[in-house]
């Protein structure tokens, strides 16, 4: 009797797969001629050296999107909470914002949907749905991205974008203007930004015909800045401004400020204000959704496993 060798003869590999994938070869069929699944998945954890990496991309990818909804989900309710107490100071009339910025809103959507535009209407409607201030700027809660770079370069504060403008209530002449703007592009009209001395209009164009707007006072005229700039023109914006109740030293103001001919100028059809500046915006609009990113990728460095 043969003596038993004490090394254990190690087990031969399970080379079933194998046999299943040469028996399914000898088949005519060419559907049959692929890997089976069992075959594939094995290759997989042989060449990866550990089963629990089958699915981590998707695993993490899952984790990123998830983060992305409840970070953002987080700053947004926070904004909700917190934007009542933001306006205490303000009178009763001027908190009814949120109804206001609806009934922006539902206009937008009129005008959209084929609502016939009337530019003083449309004018009037800015002018007594909205509240001048200097200048509407973004809160940390709204863009807490842009709101910190606006720190060091205060002109990346300015908010162009209109649906913020109407949520808010508050504008500057410029953003007035550029709510007035896009109500009448939702319309299908033309529009231009005017720069005065130290003051922003529009100008609509009805049926071939440019007529300016003023909504940060209430304005519109039938005819361009060109016209109203001429002294014939001076008696109808009299009899316009004292239509409105303006009396004495403000029509005069007024009058002196779109008649200036210093500084004027007229940006290209359909532009922004500040065509950087906006871009600026929208990107740090985007920024803020995909903040829960580099938090991720932190975590991963380190170490961090998701599954």
């Known amino acids: 009797m043969m003596p038993s060798n004490s090394t254990p003869t190690p087990s031969s590999p399970d080379t079933s797969h194998r046999a299943d994938w040469r028996a399914a070869s000898l088949d005519g069929n060419s559907e049959s001629n692929q890997l089976p699944l069992s ?77 016939p535009f009337e530019v003083e209407e449309a004018t009037q409607f800015v002018f007594q749905n909205t509240r001048h201030v200097e200048r509407r700027e973004v809160t940390f809660l709204e863009n807490w991205i842009q709101w910190t770079l606006g720190q060091f370069y205060s002109p990346a504060l300015e908010v162009q974008d209109t649906a913020r403008l109407m949520r808010g209530g508050f504008a500057s002449c410029s953003q007035r203007a550029q709510i007035l703007k896009s109500l009448a592009e939702s319309a299908g009209h033309r529009c231009r930004f005017v720069g005065l001395e130290g003051h922003v209009v529009l100008e609509i164009e009805v049926d071939g015909v440019w007529k300016l707007a003023d909504p940060d006072y209430g304005v519109a005229y039938d005819f361009d800045l060109e016209a ?60 803020v959704l995909l903040t829960p990113i580099p938090f991720i990728v932190v975590l991963k460095a380190i170490g961090f496993r998701f599954n």
């Open 39 to 115: 075959y594939m998945r094995g290759a997989w954890k042989r060449s990866t050296g550990s089963p629990e990496l089958e699915w981590k991309f998707s695993s993490d990818f899952s984790a990123c999107v998830f983060l992305c909804v409840f970070v953002n989900c987080l700053v947004f309710l926070a904004s909700a909470i917190s934007e009542p107490f933001q306006f205490q100071s303000l009178s009763v009339r001027d908190r009814n914002f949120h109804q206001r910025a609806k009934l922006m809103q539902h206009r937008l959507s009129e005008y959209r949907l084929g609502m």
């Open 228 to 287: 109203v700039q001429s002294p014939d023109r001076e008696r109808d914006i009299r009899q316009k401004l004292r239509a409105m109740n303006w009396r004495g030293r403000n029509v005069e103001n007024y009058i002196e400020i779109v008649q200036s001919a210093n500084d004027n100028r007229r940006l290209q059809i359909g532009s922004p204000l500040s065509p950087r500046l906006y871009l600026f915006e929208q990107i740090c609009r985007w920024l």
